[in-house]
């Protein structure tokens, strides 16, 4: 079965600084792998996916991936943080199954800006 | 014009009651699921879907019913409510199955349930 793990339920950042949110993946078969953000009392929404095209991918917000099939990794990085960044982040992963879309996510990744 | 609407948001209620959460979307979309976010933000599936058919349904307690009307519209009944009950649920829908996993879920605001 695919699962997610994020290591840091809680991370930091000054404003201004690099984001780095850790995601790693357990699949036996070519993972689908996505990144959703959680805003304060709202659902969640789709910041990138990556689905086996080009590793690094770009989202919205100024955020991106990189998946790293050697490291089963699919970190997100966001160069500057701004106020607005602060949120839950989930890393879920979906199997080629078609006929679902079942996702499975990790157990989220509070980001906390500092001014 | 919300894609994804589920009510009440908020709802609380005592042990051994029966509820239920209703949930539309307008984005024409032929899956719809059930998440259930407890307090330490952990999401898990519940059920789903696909063209008023059930396709998942992980292990829920029978206790947990949900209906899909028609495929814009998914609502979730809870028959004696339990303390356990308590959580977010989280309505969603996309576009597959049969048309690959893209993976975009798209969620409404979540309904948040207390048992008192």
């Known amino acids: 079965a695919q699962s997610v793990t994020q290591l840091g339920s809680h991370v930091s950042v000054s404003e201004g600084a690099l984001v780095l949110l850790r995601c790693n993946y357990s699949?036996?078969?070519?993972?689908?792998l996505f990144w959703y953000v959680q805003y304060p009392n709202q659902g969640l929404q789709l910041l990138l996916k990556?689905?086996?095209?080009?590793?690094l991918v770009k989202g919205i917000n100024g955020f991106e991936a990189e998946f790293k099939k050697s490291e089963t990794s699919f970190h997100l990085t966001k160069p500057s943080a701004h106020m607005s960044d602060a949120a839950e982040y989930f890393c879920?992963?979906?199997?080629?199954?078609?006929?679902?879309?079942?996702?499975?996510f990790g157990t989220g990744t509070r980001l906390t800006i500092i001014p | 014009d919300t894609a994804v609407s589920q009510t009440p948001k908020y709802l609380v209620t005592q042990m051994g009651n029966d509820k239920s959460i209703k949930c539309e979307q307008n984005?024409?979309?032929?899956?719809m699921y059930w998440y259930k976010q407890d307090s330490k933000k952990f999401l898990k599936i519940m059920f789903s879907?696909?063209?008023?058919?059930?396709?998942i349904n992980e292990t829920v307690p029978n206790r947990f019913s949900p209906k899909s009307p028609d495929k814009a519209h998914l609502n979730l009944h809870i028959n004696s409510l339990e303390l356990g009950d308590s959580a977010v649920y989280f309505c969603?829908?996309?576009?597959?199955?049969?048309?690959?996993?893209?993976?975009?879920?798209?969620f409404g605001e979540g309904s948040r349930l207390t048992v008192l």
């Open positions: 969603a829908s996309s576009q597959g199955p049969g048309q690959g996993p893209t993976g975009e879920l798209f």
């Open positions: 699949s036996s078969v070519p993972p689908y």
């Open positions: 990556y689905t086996s095209a080009a590793t």
């Open positions: 879920a992963v979906s199997g080629p199954n078609f006929g679902n879309e079942k996702l499975t």
């Open positions: 984005l024409g979309h032929d899956t």
């Open positions: 879907y696909n063209n008023k058919e059930l396709i």
